[in-house]
């Protein structure tokens, strides 16, 4: 498929190239310019911007957030052991928002083929509905994770947009959607008929307060994602004043790039977008900083990939097998060799193996493991069981 007829060189980046460091990112990527295409081959991940901002008549400058985070990202050096980079530039804004959608759709779908991680610049975070379309392409059922200070379900018949982009999500019909998961909601922006929804779907939501307290259960949340979405609105003000809805509570920003380096380490995330970044309001261009920091995060855990995963190669995997009393089902962990990272399996019918042999297996902590060996059912477990049965 040649989907580079989709895009542009970046305003800022596609014609006259900066002298960039030796040893910094932009010394190390091949752009999209007027001379051509850049080549794939060897590629291990692809930025794109993507210039557009479902569900606004009147765009807000978040559409302009792409080049202010590539400028902020080139400068930086590269992590310790080389990630070979690629910079479509920008996707042609389609005449209306279902060509934008096709375009960015397929061209996720493309990259993931290849086994090109694909990175959006974003724009406005209604293309996370894009971002789960890919996979529908794919026909793969895929884990949704958000980093978000909401739920974004919208008002009932809302169209599709930064807030109401998830409710389009569950709605479509078919559904690939297996399970969605929200790390760092903030109570008090939440109804309750959106967590009351979230527990009847057996999804997974994380609040603000619970994951800042401890930071590493949210790495077998983001172990268990095939597409991430980051809404930069869930760091605090104080360290992102250049967000399109700034709030006082969030994320630190140290916190919410030790996220995306467990996102990047996730063998499973095959396609990360970032959103929600206004340049207008960056004061001193902080934010695109940030945004910047967070892909460099996600790229030093990529580079870290070991294929650790138990459906590849049991041998590297130490089994534990624990019965629970009074309950038919015997509780089964995995725990790797290699990075002392444990998964549970969580049992299907069998006519259902080829929908859903990538989810029995379920990443856990060694928590969930000491849970069961006390006869108590872990939580993660309970809710996939009740999603495969």
């Known amino acids: 498929m040649d989907f580079s007829i989709y895009f542009q060189p970046s305003a800022r980046f596609g014609k006259d190239l900066p002298e960039w460091l030796a040893h910094s990112l932009g010394d190390g990527t091949r752009f999209h310019t007027p001379q051509g295409f850049p080549d794939l081959e060897g590629a291990q991940v ?118 109401s982009y998830l409710s389009h999500i569950v709605l479509r019909q078919p559904n690939f959607l297996f399970n969605y998961s929200n790390l760092g909601y903030q109570t008090y922006l939440v109804d309750q008929p959106g967590v009351e929804l979230m527990d009847k779907l057996f999804f997974d939501a994380h609040r603000l307060g619970e994951l800042r307290s401890s930071m590493a259960d949210a790495e077998p949340v983001l172990r268990n994602g095939d597409t991430l979405s980051v809404d930069l609105n869930a760091v605090r003000r104080s360290d992102a004043p250049g967000t399109t809805n700034p709030g006082p509570n969030g994320f630190h920003a140290e916190e919410i790039c030790q996220l995306l380096r467990y996102a990047g380490v996730s063998e499973k995330i095959t396609s990360l977008g970032i959103y929600e970044l206004d340049p207008d309001r960056d004061q001193d261009q902080v934010t695109a900083q940030l945004a910047a920091q967070l892909m460099w995060c996600f790229l030093d855990g990529l580079r870290s990939r070991t294929n650790d995963l138990p459906w590849l190669d049991r041998k590297r995997f130490t089994r534990f097998r624990i019965p629970i009393r009074g309950n038919e089902q015997e509780l089964v962990f995995y725990k790797s060799s290699v990075s002392d990272r444990w998964w549970m399996d969580v049992p299907y019918r069998a006519e259902q193996e080829a929908r859903f042999e990538r989810h029995h297996l379920v990443p856990c902590s060694y928590a969930d493991y000491q849970l069961a060996c006390r006869e108590e059912v872990p939580d993660r477990w309970w809710r996939t069981f009740q999603k495969l049965a």
């Open 46 to 163: 692809a930025l794109l911007g993507v210039l557009d901002d479902p569900g606004h008549a009147r765009p807000r400058s978040c559409v302009h957030a792409a080049d202010a985070i590539r400028e902020q990202f080139y400068k930086l050096y590269r992590p310790n052991g080389h990630v070979h980079l690629v910079d479509l530039g920008d996707l042609h804004p389609g005449a209306t928002l279902q060509d934008t959608q096709h375009a960015l759709a397929e061209t996720l779908a493309e990259l993931i083929r290849r086994n090109i991680v694909p990175i959006i610049l974003g724009g406005g975070q209604g293309h996370t509905y894009t971002q789960y379309l890919a996979y529908e392409r794919l026909e793969r059922t895929a884990n949704l994770v958000c980093i978000d200070p909401r739920f974004d379900l919208g008002e009932p018949g809302q169209g599709l947009a930064e807030s």
